[in-house]
């Protein structure tokens, strides 16, 4: 093979891939390092200036010195690579963080099990406490393989993602950790850009993009009140009314699957590398076709429909959108509520409240106020949270899939 392009052109190794990112023909050394300094470059906020031209967003990192974070660990190798670099990148760059790996097992047998034994080892190999909650103990009884037993596998994983949702917050607060990372990586994000651009839902093209959701919100960014003196008052009535908001970050955002798979083989990383077998055949199966084609043609396509509904985002100045691109739900969501209640005849609200507003009257949902879920205590715009209707409904044996997907 050619001369490695990155190595200094006096003493260049030889080539022993070619990135599929970039194309350019590298060592395994230059790879390993170009690989790890883009994630931390992502970690410093420059991937979101790099990448995107249009953001005039300053650089902010994704953590804060002395954070306890956990990474959401399925034994995959997106979160397997991810527990790795996090570790290697912490010590190497003095982050100052206190990881820790939470895994939820789902109860799908010769599936989870299995992955769960390579997140064990993970937590051994990277020195990383390991804290598991299944579904089980968590839904009365409910693991996956009962629930695909009761209502079949069309719209199981919206069970799944609603389930696994909360059960990752409800991991992080036994953990004591406001933020969890998990291994979403570019390809993930590009294909629910292109999802959700076909379902003509652009308020999520927006979010989707989003490399940090949730949080704590600031008390200024919690009142829109003019009254500056109110704002403390507020937010702690907001602070009250809301449990505890937790923070998911996307380090793997501009990470293409291709090079992670290519990091996990040359590290000889340990992963567990089997599908779901309940995994979705709907939509999303097109939407990934449709991405990895396009990256066969044209490899930055993938980063292209990421910038995309970046672009997006930022030209329609979104309620809910805070500086340095994180999103605050509870003023998205106030926002979808308000044009729900503004009607299809009412005054637009801009930005994505006009857009919604569409969607919103069309679906015909009641104005929504944000509340604690009666039963759980979960952040929620209804009486009860989707998990627990869901399990209302799976308790009662009246299955009910008709909640939007998380
Ligand atoms: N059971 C789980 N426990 C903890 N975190 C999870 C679990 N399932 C998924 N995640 C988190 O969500 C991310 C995306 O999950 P997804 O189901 O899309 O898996 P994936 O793309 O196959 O990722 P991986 O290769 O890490 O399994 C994972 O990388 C991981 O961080």
């Given at each position: 093979?050619?001369?490695?392009?990155?190595?200094?052109?006096?003493?260049?190794?030889?080539?022993?891939?070619?990135?599929?990112?970039?194309?350019?023909?590298?060592?395994?050394?230059?790879?390993?390092?170009?690989?790890?300094?883009?994630?931390?470059?992502?970690?410093?906020?420059?991937?979101?200036?790099?990448?995107?031209?249009?953001?005039?967003?300053?650089?902010?990192?994704?953590?804060?010195?002395?954070?306890?974070?956990?990474?959401?660990?399925?034994?995959?190798?997106?979160?397997?690579?991810?527990?790795?670099?996090?570790?290697?990148?912490?010590?190497?760059?003095?982050?100052?963080?206190?990881?820790?790996?939470?895994?939820?097992?789902?109860?799908?047998?010769?599936?989870?099990?299995?992955?769960?034994?390579?997140?064990?080892?993970?937590?051994?190999?990277?020195?990383?406490?390991?804290?598991?909650?299944?579904?089980?103990?968590?839904y009365?009884?409910?693991?996956?393989?009962?629930?695909?037993?009761?209502?079949?596998?069309?719209?199981?994983?919206?069970?799944?993602?609603v389930f696994?949702r909360q059960a990752?917050?409800?991991?992080?607060?036994?953990?004591?950790?406001?933020?969890?990372?998990?291994?979403?990586?570019?390809?993930?994000?590009?294909?629910?850009?292109?999802?959700?651009?076909?379902?003509?839902?652009?308020?999520?093209?927006?979010?989707?993009?989003?490399?940090?959701?949730?949080?704590?919100?600031?008390?200024?960014?919690?009142?829109?009140?003019?009254?500056?003196?109110?704002?403390?008052?507020?937010?702690?009535?907001?602070?009250?009314?809301?449990?505890?908001?937790?923070?998911?970050?996307?380090?793997?955002?501009?990470?293409?699957?291709?090079?992670?798979?290519?990091?996990?083989?040359?590290?000889?990383?340990?992963?567990?590398?089997?599908?779901?077998?309940?995994?979705?055949?709907?939509?999303?199966?097109?939407?990934?076709?449709?991405?990895?084609?396009?990256?066969?043609?044209?490899?930055?396509?993938?980063?292209?429909?990421?910038?995309?509904?970046?672009?997006?985002?930022?030209?329609?100045?979104?309620?809910?959108?805070?500086?340095?691109?994180?999103?605050?739900?509870?003023?998205?969501?106030?926002?979808?509520?308000?044009?729900?209640?503004?009607?299809?005849?009412?005054?637009?609200?801009?930005?994505?409240?006009?857009?919604?507003?569409?969607?919103?009257?069309?679906?015909?949902?009641?104005?929504?106020?944000?509340?604690?879920c009666?039963?759980c205590?979960s952040?929620?715009?209804?009486?009860l949270c989707q998990a627990c209707m869901l399990l209302?409904?799976?308790?009662?044996?009246?299955?009910?899939?008709?909640?939007?997907?998380?």
């Amino acid at each position: 093979m050619a001369p490695c392009s990155l190595c200094p052109p006096s003493s260049p190794r030889r080539a022993l891939l070619r990135r599929p990112k970039t194309l350019q023909a590298v060592c395994k050394e230059c790879f390993f390092d170009v690989f790890e300094t883009e994630i931390h470059h992502t970690i410093m906020g420059y991937g979101q200036a790099e990448h995107a031209p249009h953001c005039e967003q300053p650089p902010k990192s994704l953590f804060a010195r002395g954070e306890r974070v956990a990474i959401g660990a399925s034994g995959g190798k997106d979160s397997t690579v991810l527990a790795y670099i996090m570790t290697l990148l912490n010590a190497r760059y003095d982050y100052g963080l206190d990881l820790c790996l939470l895994s939820i097992d789902e109860g799908i047998s010769g599936y989870r099990d299995a992955s769960l034994d390579t997140v064990k080892r993970n937590a051994e190999q990277y020195d990383l406490p390991l804290k598991i909650l299944s579904y089980s103990e968590l839904y009365g009884g409910w693991t996956m393989d009962r629930v695909v037993s009761e209502i079949g596998k069309k719209g199981n994983c919206t069970y799944c993602g609603v389930f696994r949702r909360q059960a990752l917050d409800r991991g992080a607060d036994l953990l004591d950790v406001d933020h969890i990372v998990t291994g979403h990586n570019a390809d993930d994000v590009a294909e629910t850009v292109l999802m959700n651009v076909l379902r003509g839902d652009i308020s999520r093209v927006a979010r989707c993009t989003a490399i940090t959701t949730g949080g704590d919100p600031s008390p200024s960014s919690l009142s829109s009140s003019s009254a500056k003196a109110n704002e403390e008052e507020e937010a702690d009535r907001l602070e009250a009314l809301l449990p505890r908001a937790i923070k998911r970050s996307k380090p793997f955002k501009y990470a293409y699957e291709k090079e992670i798979v290519m990091y996990a083989y040359f590290k000889k990383l340990d992963y567990h590398s089997t599908e779901c077998i309940y995994a979705p055949t709907a939509y999303r199966g097109y939407a990934r076709a449709l991405v990895k084609d396009l990256e066969a043609i044209r490899p930055s396509a993938i980063v292209d429909l990421i910038y995309s509904g970046e672009a997006l985002a930022s030209s329609l100045a979104l309620p809910g959108r805070r500086a340095g691109g994180e999103w605050d739900d509870k003023a998205l969501l106030a926002a979808a509520a308000a044009a729900a209640a503004a009607g299809p005849g009412g005054e637009s609200q801009g930005g994505v409240g006009a857009l919604l507003k569409g969607r919103t009257a069309s679906r015909k949902k009641a104005p929504q106020v944000q509340q604690s879920c009666e039963r759980c205590g979960s952040m929620t715009s209804q009486r009860l949270c989707q998990a627990c209707m869901l399990l209302e409904g799976l308790n009662k044996g009246a299955a009910r899939v008709d909640v939007a997907a998380a």
